[in-house]
């Protein structure tokens, strides 16, 4: 007998509906593509433009709007380089 392998797409990216695991938590998260980012007059790293949104990608966990950021994100480096900046601000 031949041991089937999964062919789950666990390692595949996809965009993922958001939804709150506890009471406490939000349904939607900043989009990491569409939002902007910069610096307060103090120097610490804001938001200056917010863009919501409902859905976030499974793996990166991140979130991204449907179209077109989730695919922008996926295919441009520098967008991706802003995660870790972004994750930080977004709590
Ligand atoms: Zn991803
Ligand atoms: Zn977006």
Not at 39 to 44: E, H, P, R, W, Y
Request: aromatic fraction near 6%; glycine fraction near 4%; charged fraction near 30%.
């Amino acid at each position: 007998m031949q041991a089937e392998r999964l062919s789950m797409k666990e390692n595949d990216h996809f965009s993922t509906r958001i939804e709150p695991t506890d009471s406490t938590s939000k349904r939607q998260r900043i989009c990491v593509a569409c939002s902007i980012r910069g610096k307060d007059a103090n120097g610490k790293s804001v938001y200056l433009h917010k863009r919501e949104t409902r859905f976030k990608c499974n793996r990166c966990n991140v979130g991204l709007c449907q179209e077109p950021c989730f695919f922008l994100y996926h295919t441009r480096v520098e967008l991706k380089s802003a995660v870790v900046e972004a994750q930080q601000l977004d709590v």
